[in-house]
């Protein structure tokens, strides 16, 4: 079975794929990551995307290339220098963790 | 008990069906436009991660298609295996021209167009929905409109809702 690792590194490819536009993937580690049922959770700065704030979307597992739930959450450029000044705030015990693709200049 | 998820997503498929059953009739295009809204509000809300404290913002809220559905859409198309996707960024397009239907969401004045209620045009002239024509009623019907219709009425018809 793949690593929850594994499966954030598929699905920014695929939104990669998708959206190559997108200027950064993070992973976004919660409090329980350890347990099989706290979700993978992704970062994504997406210029397309509209300025709404913090609004994750939650998705059921898709075994056996994703046997975790997935959870996104998308913010303009502008959201997530604000994520990093702690002007906006993840849902609690959630927190930016390791970058998975940085747009070159970016 | 039923949880806010999957109430979110049983209301989404009672609004397809009318949307549905209205396409079919010759009644104006605002009435079907309404019930797409609906439709594709309640569906992107069964999809949100919804801690205790967010209950009241999940009802008031509405701007949320062109936030979410893109992302739904994503999705689905990853898990059928599209290797080439479609435009996405046209997708959200007319997402955000689904949102702006709601009468409370029109970019701070500047689109006060809706499906529900008149507004006044820039002539002074008052403008009922139901004698309206929306260009949105074409482009959900091209090529692009269809694609999106498709990936939305999947997780629709057999939502992955959470449980929280």
Redesign the interface.
């Known amino acids: 079975m793949p690593t929850k690792e594994q499966v954030a590194g598929l ?1 920014a490819r ?2 990669l ?3 190559p536009h997108i200027a950064r993937i993070v992973r976004v580690p919660g409090d329980r990551e350890h347990e099989p049922s706290d979700p993978v959770k992704l970062l994504e700065v997406n210029p ?3 300025p ?1 704030g913090i ?6 597992p ?1 075994p056996p290339s994703v046997p975790f ?1 997935s ?2 959450v ?1 913010v303009t450029e502008d959201e997530f220098a604000r994520l990093e000044k702690g002007e906006l705030s993840l ?2 015990g959630w927190s930016i963790g390791p970058t998975l693709y940085c747009a070159p200049g970016t | 008990m039923e949880s806010w ?1 999957r109430a979110f997503a049983a209301r989404a498929r009672s609004d397809l069906a009318a949307c549905d059953l209205l396409a079919g009739t010759a009644l104006p295009a605002c009435h079907r436009l309404h019930y797409l809204q609906m439709w594709l509000e309640k569906l992107c809300k069964a ?3 919804r ?1 205790e404290s967010a209950e009241k913002d999940l009802r008031a809220r509405h ?2 298609v ?3 559905l ?3 859409v ?2 689905h ?3 059928v295996g599209f290797t080439q ?1 479609p435009d ?2 046209a997708i ?1 397009r007319i997402c ?1 021209e689904i949102d702006l239907l709601h009468p409370q969401v029109d970019d701070d004045g500047r689109r006060p167009d809706n499906v529900e209620y008149p507004w006044r045009k820039p002539d002074g002239s008052v403008a009922c929905p139901a004698g309206e024509r929306f260009a949105l009623a074409a482009r959900v019907q091209g090529h692009t409109g269809l694609l999106l219709m498709k990936a939305a009425k999947r997780p629709t018809d057999s939502p ?3 449980t929280g």
């Open positions: 699905l695929a939104h794929q998708a959206e397309a995307t509209s709404s609004v994750p979307v939650t998705f059921s898709d739930a959870v996104v998308e849902p609690d | 998820s999809y949100l991660w801690p701007n949320v062109g936030k979410v893109p992302q739904l994503r999705e198309w990853r898990r996707c996405l960024d959200r955000r992955a809702t959470f």
